[in-house]
């Protein structure tokens, strides 16, 4: 059996990099990301596409959710090289088995 994300709001200090977060306000709401870094008010997030790793998006973290407990198949592709590829790979991976779970 496989056990899905939930998403939940963290203090600033309690968010780590390379959780899963998803966007909770603005222009790209609902959409989901990798934190590559963070500082007190602020991540900076990469989806491999159109913010990738040179270029990673500035969010509050006010307006974010982590996601925990990521499928094991995730997180193995996580495992590998961090590289753009890997992350959207990653991202495209949760959102398949997310959305199989929906349908259910």
């Known amino acids: 059996m496989i056990q ?3 998403a939940y709001r963290k203090e600033p200090e309690d968010i780590s990099e390379m959780e899963f977060a998803k ?3 603005g222009h790209d709401k609902n959409q ?3 934190i590559k870094e963070k500082d ?3 991540v900076y997030l990469v ?3 159109s913010h990738t790793l040179d270029m990673p998006k500035k969010k509050n973290v ?3 959710q982590i996601i925990k407990h990521l499928p094991i198949e995730v997180t193995e592709i996580l ?3 961090l590289s753009d590829l890997t992350i959207k790979r990653a991202i495209k991976q949760y ?3 997310n959305a199989g779970r929906q349908e259910s």
């Open 47 to 49: 989806n491999g596409t």
């Open 79 to 81: 495992k590998e090289t």
């Open 32 to 34: 989901i990301y990798l």
């Open 4 to 6: 899905f994300c939930k």
């Open 23 to 25: 966007s909770k306000s």
């Open 40 to 42: 007190e008010k602020f």
């Open 62 to 64: 006010k307006h974010i």
């Open 95 to 97: 959102c398949r088995m």
